[in-house]
């Protein structure tokens, strides 16, 4: 029997090509560990399926690339016949009839899904308490937040209930709760995976991405999903396939350290674990140099008039006509209103309402075309800022997980926790986390940004970082 | 509107079914009359996830529209969500164009009698259809209660909205115009236009103003006409529904109206309809269009010549307003008449064709380029009578239909029927000479004056010859032998 604490997809992958286990065990593992209820990981479980596809790649003589190794799935992703809910009433029991682009391509590659994973319900909420269904507890201490919106995924991979999972990431849904869960998460750069499949919550901001134990692994998986999809207008061809990191050193590398990210508003045990990284970068070769990005300070009111005023539209097709749940009234109106009024969750609502404010016709130009307007600011200064440095760093959340029920009465403090990570979503750049150290106890995460498509350097510079922190993503008591 | 106080100024807003093959943003063919939903994809029916992409052969049909109408093609155009709430609307949003649509700024000359008319173009967009929705009587269910259906075949299918200019004074320009333009789309083959099936809905702005006022006044919109007719009444009625509103001093109101055909009355409708904050904004999920200008170019100057240019070239022919309108309802019709008048004389082939061979024609169910009287025959046979080795009623009443009938030449069934015509040689003068041999005393009277007498003795000619001789040339024979 494998040791699911100990393993990385890279080793699981290694031990299946040597023979030293089957798809058909690793699964059985991880499922044994997905149905421990500890920390609500999982909103839906596929185990007939997944042993089925296990034993059918066990059977074959050419196997795919990824060798029927596991994957939890966030639940905001399209899977064919496995429920898809966005963690909403208003998506109870619904089975979608096709499977979202990058969910299918992993398949095809070989990555066996486990199941769909707790989420912020419509990825609205930066701690997992949105969801409508279940809390989704912080492995690393059970009275705290995983974050989120992804924060199923990234439980799911911290308590490895499955070596890799797939979140998505709109302001930071990814980076966050992979940073308050001590694990790696990536978000691509926009275009770089397609989204036909992903439920849409902010469309022009939306990007699927890895949750990992490792770079290496957030890269090997990230590779099979990039590129044009014919189904995703705003899909790209990738330029250069994603290589799987060596570098130990960064010689040569610029990194700026954001300063108005390192003051006040973040956290001393956060500020003093990134500092001990740039130390780190130094001493591998590369310089560290404080940079500005003023218009950042807008990033989080110019995030809640876009994000709102896209998932306002978007949202609107849950009408219980089609599919879901229908409250039956006597006239449409009152129908709409039925059913939309019940069946969304407050912050859902809340979003939809500040949305449909923003594009009102009088008020469209205040909010919406100059949130359009700062955004391309905000794209400027990442610009500007990429002259002189190859690598942008910060802390990804200005806190360590903060406990469950803290922020939920006040939505202001909660939109705070994405501070870090939202200017770099409207500037539709990648960017990983990676745990960087501990904070009294629990993970901080550290942020690294680089420009369009420098994924492949990114994951490079992020390698090397992390073999020199050496840090242990599995909690402690876990293993 | 004759009331020489006021003149109307109109515009039209018009919907064309592109004739692609799949919907605009999915791959769902389209289809009329089939059974509903049987078309319909996670795409269009807004499944969660589910993402547009756009049709290229819509844009390229659009363009295309655009450049018949002689729009600029934008560089850059973009796709815009309009926001409502509708059971026929999927996604709750629909994906139209706004502040810039595909084509911009052209204009559209019409025929008149009294000459040209040029109405401005002010834009082409492109957008998505809304689905069909049905209320159904709700036989099996609670009594009086009543249930709707969607079928979202028709969802997603789509559509060209022309926008004109204000510059159409009547309602008979309107029809006029509006059946032109049909005739210039269908000829670039972008629509078939059918406005029973609702591949063609109209819409009209109208308002009135004084004579000789330059400012607008208050417009209303008349919504969906799916006739000419029903455009032209319609548009009539609301005019001097507007005058008498004016009469009485009281302003007109802007709202939307129906005109219901039936009763000829103008319904508004429900003001609650009208209310709506769309709430454009730009589509996030889809790329702006930008047409290579080369490729525009290419399709530029791949432009068929138009149906009202056509006319404008056949009146230059020598055929009259009406021939040349007639002539050129479809480009089938309009390729017959050339390729004849390339071979005979134009007017001539005018004639025969909208009278003789399409009267033929029409008993049959048939159109002239489907059956046996090709171009090159047709052609011949006018030029059979025109030289005066047929007699005209030979060709119209033997020699057309036998062409129909045998699927030979004209010549063949003259020779084979022994109707060639027996012209002013002396064949012609002996026979008029018996005639009037035959009959001294009719011969005696005309002679005195009494010219009614002349077509008896044409009469008795044609009898004499089997219908064979030549009218114009008998009675000069007659008038000769008898010096007169
Ligand atoms: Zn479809």
């Known amino acids: 029997m494998m040791d699911a604490t100990q393993l990385t997809a890279e080793g699981a992958i290694k031990a299946l090509a040597a023979g030293e286990t089957s798809s058909a ?136 209930q499955a070596p890799w999972s797939l979140g998505t990431d709109t302001g930071g849904s990814i980076r966050q709760p992979a940073a308050l869960c001590g694990i790696v998460g990536m978000k691509p750069t926009y275009g770089a995976v397609s989204r036909y499949g992903l439920v849409a919550f902010a469309s022009s901001l939306d990007q699927v991405g890895p949750f990992a134990r490792s770079v290496r692994d957030a890269a090997h998986l990230l590779s099979f999903m990039v590129g044009k999809d014919p189904k995703d207008s705003t899909s790209v061809d990738w330029p250069d396939p994603i290589v799987l990191p060596t570098a130990e050193r960064l010689d040569g590398m610029r990194v700026g350290i954001v300063t108005e990210l390192m003051g006040e508003g973040i956290d001393p045990g956060v500020r003093a674990a990134v500092e001990r990284s740039m130390a780190l970068v130094e001493e591998l070769g590369g310089t560290v140099v404080p940079i500005s990005l003023p218009s950042s300070a807008h990033g989080i009111a110019t995030y809640y008039l876009i994000a709102p005023a896209e998932c306002s539209a978007n949202l609107a097709r849950f009408d219980g006509v089609r599919y879901g749940p229908r409250h039956e009234a006597d006239t449409l109106l009152d129908q709409y209103e039925l059913t939309r009024g019940e069946l969304f969750g407050p912050e859902v609502k809340r979003r939809i309402i500040l949305g449909t404010f923003a594009l009102a016709s009088g008020y469209y130009d205040a909010y919406y075309r100059r949130a359009q307007q700062v955004r391309t600011l905000i794209v400027r200064d990442f610009a500007t800022a990429f002259e002189n440095v190859d690598l942008i760093a910060s802390p990804t959340s200005p806190t360590v997980a903060f406990k469950l029920g803290e922020r939920t009465a006040d939505p202001m403090s909660m939109y705070l926790a994405d501070i870090c990570t939202v200017p770099v979503s409207l500037a539709g750049l990648p960017s990983i986390s990676i745990p960087c150290g501990l904070s009294d106890g629990l993970p901080v995460g550290l942020q690294l940004v680089g420009p369009a498509f420098s994924e492949n350097r990114l994951f490079a510079a992020s390698h090397a970082l992390e073999q020199a922190i050496g840090f242990n993503p599995t909690p402690p008591g876990l293993s | 509107m004759s009331d020489a106080k006021y003149e109307a100024v109109i515009g039209i807003e018009i919907h064309v079914q592109l004739a692609t093959r799949t919907k605009m943003f999915c791959g769902c063919e389209l289809s009329f009359g089939d059974p509903p939903n049987t078309h319909t994809c996670p795409v269009c029916l807004a499944h969660p996830g589910a993402l547009p992409v756009t049709n290229a052969e819509a844009i390229r049909l659009g363009i295309m529209a655009g450049l018949a109408l002689g729009c600029d093609i934008a560089p850059e155009s973009t796709f815009h969500r309009k926001n409502y709430f509708y059971p026929d609307l999927p996604k709750a ?231 040349a309108e007639v002539l050129t309802e479809s480009r089938e019709l309009s390729d017959y008449f050339e390729a004849t008048a390339a071979q005979a004389d134009a007017k001539q082939a005018a004639n025969w064709i909208r009278g003789d061979l399409r009267a033929l024609l029409s008993e049959r169910g048939e159109e002239p380029w489907q059956g046996h009287v090709t171009p090159t025959r047709l052609a011949q046979l006018i030029t059979l009578v025109d030289s005066g080795a047929l007699s005209r009623a030979n060709a119209r009443e033997v020699v057309l239909p036998a062409i129909l009938e045998s699927d030979k030449d004209p010549q063949a069934i003259v020779d084979e029927q022994g109707l060639g015509a027996i012209g002013d040689g002396d064949e012609l003068r002996s026979i008029v000479q018996t005639a009037i041999d035959d009959n001294p005393k009719q011969a005696e009277q005309l002679r005195g004056g009494q010219d009614k007498l002349l077509g008896f003795f044409v009469g008795q000619v044609m009898k004499a010859t089997g219908g064979r001789a030549d009218a114009k040339a008998v009675n000069e024979l007659i008038r000769e032998l008898l010096g007169s």
């Open chain 2, 93 to 323: 949003y629909q994906i139209s164009q706004f502040d810039e649509p595909l084509c911009i700024g052209g204009s559209f000359t019409y025929l008149q009698e009294e000459g040209p008319q040029v109405v401005g173009i002010t834009r082409v967009h492109l957008e998505e259809d809304a689905a069909k929705l049905q209320h159904l009587s709700a036989s099996g269910r609670r009594a009086g209660a009543e249930q709707s259906a969607v079928d979202f075949n028709r969802g997603g299918t789509p559509l060209a909205e022309i926008v004109t200019e204000p510059d159409i004074r009547t309602a008979q320009q309107a029809a006029d115009f509006l059946k032109q333009l049909r005739g210039t789309l269908r000829e670039i083959g972008i629509s078939d236009c059918n406005m029973e099936e609702g591949s063609m809905r109209a819409d009209a702005n109208v308002s009135i103003r004084p004579v000789g006022s330059t400012e607008l006044g208050t417009k209303t919109e008349l919504k969906n006409m799916n006739s000419f007719t029903f455009l032209r009444r319609g548009v009539e009625a609301e005019i001097a529904r507007q005058i008498a509103i004016v009469e009485a001093g009281d302003r007109v109101v802007q709202e939307t109206l129906h005109f219901d055909p039936v009763t000829e009355q103008l319904h508004p409708l429900r003001s609650k309809e009208e209310s709506h904050d769309y709430r454009y904004f730009p589509e996030p999920d889809l790329v702006p269009v930008a047409p290579d200008p080369a490729w525009v170019a290419e399709l530029r100057d791949a432009m068929p010549e138009g149906p009202v240019a056509r006319r404008v070239r056949y009146e230059a022919m020598g055929l009259t307003f009406e021939d």
């Open chain 1, 25 to 160: 065990e690793l699964v059985d593992t991880y499922l044994a560990r997905c149905e421990d209820d500890r920390w609500g990981s999982f909103l839906a479980l596929d185990a007939e399926r997944a042993r089925a596809r296990a034993n059918e790649i066990d059977a074959m003589d050419e196997k795919p690339p990824l060798r029927g190794v596991p994957i939890a799935i966030k639940d905001v992703l399209s899977t064919e016949g496995l429920t898809t809910t966005c963690a909403s009433k208003i998506l109870e029991g619904f089975t979608p009839v096709y499977t979202a682009t990058c969910v299918e391509r992993l398949e095809r590659a070989g990555a066996i899904v486990l199941g769909k994973t707790n989420m912020d319900e419509f990825a609205m909420g930066s701690s997992t308490e949105n969801s409508a269904y279940q809390v989704t507890r912080n492995p690393w201490d059970l009275e705290r937040v995983p974050g989120g919106s992804s924060g199923g995924s990234a439980a799911a991979v911290a308590a490895c």
